[in-house]
């Protein structure tokens, strides 16, 4: 291929600048790649932006639980890692359990969660008390415990990962959309932005999170990834009175979590019945829902203020699990479909990526998750 003068070259472009792109890209940044990310409006615009932060590894499904032990492991000493105080914390996470239906299914994911290690355990009504203090116990029969969850800063990691790819010598074009990219012969040549400018690679990662199916398209992969809206909420800061992330999944039920640090709850829960699309707009039943939601949990909350709430995108798979790894055409790669778990995964897939596209082969074996699967495995604890 004949390049045009000054046209810009990358051994992998990576479009989108969410925590799943920056974390590859530092990884293949930091083994020598020259990286380009590409992201239509700015860092964190997607989902990333907009979550709440929580970091678990209890989960249902095998290979999930592994790569989050490893993604738990390495957001312990990111920090140091990523030069920047990325506020991780390990306040656990607590799953409430209402009816033996959802109790059953909790003490089987306890069983597959041990095998691997994890200290997770089934405690009483009278135990969930004790870990958090005030909540009411009323319909309570138990909970999943896990100590070692926890929590961090979405923000301070992704332009952490960002900000070490420039040292690597990478760069990140803001503003940026990739309006195609050019194959021969069914491989990966360039892609080309809304610009004009054409970058040469051979090498393609497909991070764009809620668009991840459109950027399929670009090159005729079909991704069946669906954004649907979840909205969320954040209080005006407290003093401390919850360590762990507090979920109840009832259909009316809630999640939410305070920051160790400066004290202010975020939270959301998935609405019934699903909002489709990569819609932001935010909802009146949602800020008089989702605080009486919180309040029946925790008492205590009900002179809390809510200071702002917001929309962002879930993108969701079939099965609720990720989608991962090569596609039909050659030098083009997809980490999508997160399904709610980009940010907690962000760190373990972007290493197993990186080592994906280098080697050929990655130090866990993501093939679950690869785009050619049955859909048929979905996971339990969404």
């Given at each position: 291929?004949?390049?045009?003068?000054?046209?810009?070259?990358?051994?992998?472009?990576?479009?989108?600048?969410?925590i799943i792109g920056a974390a590859t890209g530092y990884y293949l940044a930091k083994r020598g790649c020259k990286v380009i990310v590409m992201e239509k409006r700015f860092p964190c615009f997607g989902s990333t932006g907009r979550c709440i932060g929580g970091i678990r590894a209890q989960?249902?499904?095998?290979?999930?639980?592994?790569?989050?032990?490893k993604s738990i492991a390495m957001f312990q000493t990111l920090d140091r890692e990523l030069r920047e105080d990325i506020e991780w914390y390990a306040g656990g996470y607590l799953f409430l359990a209402f009816d033996e239906q959802r109790k059953k299914?909790?003490?089987?994911?306890?069983?597959?969660?041990?095998?691997?290690?994890?200290?997770?355990?089934?405690?009483?009504?009278?135990e969930c008390c004790r870990i958090v203090p005030g909540l009411n116990p009323e319909g309570l029969i138990g909970g999943a415990w896990c100590p070692t969850d926890g929590q961090a800063n979405p923000f301070k990691v992704t332009y952490g990962?960002?900000?070490?790819?420039?040292?690597?010598?990478?760069?990140?074009?803001?503003?940026?959309?990739?309006?195609?990219?050019?194959t021969e012969r069914d491989r990966v040549v360039s892609v080309v932005t809304d610009n004009g400018e054409e970058i040469s690679t051979p090498t393609v990662l497909n991070a764009a999170g809620p668009w991840v199916k459109e950027v399929g398209a670009l090159v005729g992969v079909e991704i069946p990834v669906y954004p649907d809206r979840h909205e969320a909420l954040v209080t005006e800061a407290v003093e401390r009175c919850l360590e762990p992330?507090?979920?109840?999944?009832?259909?009316?039920?809630?999640?939410?979590?305070?920051?160790?640090?400066?004290g202010h709850f975020i939270g959301?829960?998935?609405p019934v019945p699903i909002v489709p699309g990569d819609r932001v707009d935010a909802s009146d039943e949602f800020?008089?829902?989702?605080?009486?939601?919180?309040?029946r949990l925790l008492p205590k909350l009900g002179e809390v203020k809510v200071l702002?709430?917001?929309?962002?995108?879930?993108?969701?798979?079939p099965d609720g699990n990720p989608i991962c790894g090569k596609t039909p055409v050659d030098g083009f790669y997809v980490a999508g479909g997160m399904s709610g778990h980009g940010f907690m995964f962000g760190p373990a897939i972007g290493e197993l990526m990186a080592e994906l596209i280098i080697t050929g082969k990655s130090s866990i074996d993501i093939s679950e998750f690869s785009l050619e699967r049955d859909w048929t495995k979905a996971e339990a604890m969404k």
């Open positions: 291929m004949l390049l045009m003068k000054n046209q810009k070259t990358a051994d992998v472009v990576i479009i989108g600048a969410g989960f249902s499904h095998d290979l999930t639980i592994r790569i989050m032990l299914s909790f003490l089987q994911a306890i069983a597959i969660q041990r095998k691997y290690g994890l200290n997770v355990t089934f405690v009483s009504p009278d990962y960002l900000n070490g790819i420039k040292r690597f010598g990478g760069k990140l074009l803001v503003n940026t959309e990739a309006v195609k990219i050019n992330m507090l979920v109840d999944y009832r259909p009316d039920g809630c999640y939410f979590v305070q920051h160790y640090g400066t959301c829960y998935t800020i008089t829902e989702m605080p009486r939601r919180m309040v702002r709430h917001w929309a962002g995108s879930y993108e969701m798979s």
